[in-house]
């Protein structure tokens, strides 16, 4: 079974900052790994998702992420944070032989003027 | 980008009655899910639905709950008979064979009293 977690449930930044968002997951063989944006009282929106190849992945709005085996991580980075960016983040997984996509327990960004 | 359509948008209902959440998937999309989120909290997946059939559900998708979509009409969730903690908002999301990339609807808030 494929589990995902994420450390921080709230993070904050203040505009123009960079900031990393933790996922880490667990499980035995490949993996999808994906992130997901939620705005207050919206539905999920995409940004980036990796299974394998280059380990550094672009996402939208100049999100990427980082995919390290050694460490069992997915971790999301952003060079220079807008006030727009406040939102909560969910990390997600999928292996290969179901199609259930499961979600971390989601990190709320506040961007700070 | 490509839209989900849910409907109702809210719904409050007496426990013990009966409840349909609609959904308009992604034009040509083959695969379809439902997740459940209380309190802006953790994605919890309830069922995803591929050819006419359930694929795989969660231990939350209780012997009350169904899902059918019909002559590729909505994709529909019932709830019967409605209990007070089913009280959540109910995403429908699809995807196509990217299973890894899931679009979302905006969500339909459920009030059971």
């Known amino acids: 079974t494929q589990t995902v977690s994420q450390s921080d449930a709230h993070v904050t930044v203040f505009e123009g900052d960079s900031v990393e968002l933790r996922c880490n997951y667990s499980y035995g063989g490949s993996i999808y790994l994906s992130w997901y944006i939620q705005h207050h009282g919206r539905g999920l929106q995409f940004l980036l998702k990796?299974?394998?190849?280059?380990?550094v992945v672009q996402g939208v709005n100049g999100f990427k992420a980082e995919f390290s085996k050694s460490d069992s991580s997915f971790h999301l980075r952003k060079a220079s944070v807008h006030w727009s960016d406040s939102a909560v983040y969910f990390c997600?997984?999928?292996?290969?032989?179901?199609?259930?996509?499961?979600f971390g327990t989601g990190t709320r960004l506040q961007v700070l003027p | 980008g490509p839209k989900v359509l849910q409907i109702p948008s809210h719904q409050i209902i007496d426990m013990g009655q009966m409840v349909t959440l609609n959904c308009d998937p992604v034009?040509?999309?083959?695969?379809f899910y439902w997740y459940k989120q209380i309190l802006g909290q953790q994605m919890e997946f309830l069922v995803n639905f591929y050819n006419g059939k359930v694929m795989e559900k969660s231990k939350l998708f209780k012997d009350q709950f169904s899902v059918e979509r019909p002559d590729g009409s909505y994709f529909t969730l019932k709830i019967q008979p409605t209990a007070l903690e089913d009280s959540a908002v109910y995403f429908c999301a699809s995807s196509d064979r990217d299973r890894n990339t899931l679009y979302f609807g905006e969500g339909s808030r459920l009030i059971v009293v």
């Open positions: 990796y299974y394998s190849g280059n380990p």
């Open positions: 034009s040509n999309h083959l695969y």
């Open positions: 997600a997984v999928r292996s290969p032989n179901t199609n259930k996509v499961v």
